[in-house]
């Protein structure tokens, strides 16, 4: 139970990591696409 749960929430952490990461390159395209 206490593994299941901590397992659930490194993934939930891992995917808001992924989540900004990506949000942050969508950003800086398109800062570069509309000023370059």
């Known amino acids: 139970m206490a593994l299941a749960l901590a397992s659930r929430k490194r993934y939930r952490r891992l ?3 992924g989540l900004n990461i ?3 390159s969508a950003l800086k395209a398109m ?3 509309y000023h370059g």
Do not use: P
């Open 15 to 17: 995917l808001r990591i």
């Open 22 to 24: 990506a949000a942050d």
């Open 31 to 33: 800062i570069v696409f």
